[in-house]
């Protein structure tokens, strides 16, 4: 089998389409959650802790000199990616949430079928007639 027709069946798989809608939708998804963040969630918070933006927290390791930069530890940047991860996980879990309330009832199954009514006396005897029969031939 060539390689470009064995990629071709791997690249055509409907998981790989779906994976790679996934992965499309979740960027998207990403954006609009760094935006609510950034832009909505953020300034209440950094009002209430007294107008400190996370964003701009660092630690001066090296200060500029010249045409080079300060050497910062930037460890706003990084709370503020736990805080985005945190709305981000949150949001996700209550999507979630919502499609599985979303989902039908389990429809009810149809009652197995009864098991087969026991044989009648009659029925019985005539049974071990035709049995006797069987053996006499």
Known sequence: MSLLKEFREFAIRGNVIDLAVAVIIGAAFGKIVSSFVGDIVMPPIGLLVG??????????????????????????????????????????????????SLKRAPVEEAPAPAAPPEPSAEEKLLAEIRDLLKNKA
Do not use: R, S, W
């Open 51 to 100: 107008g400190v933006n996370f964003t701009d927290l660092a630690v001066t390791l090296k200060a500029a000199e010249g045409d080079q930069p300060a050497v910062l530890l930037a460890y706003g940047k990084f709370l503020q990616t736990i805080f985005d991860f945190l709305i981000i996980a949150f949001a996700v879990m209550m999507a979630i949430k919502g499609i599985n």
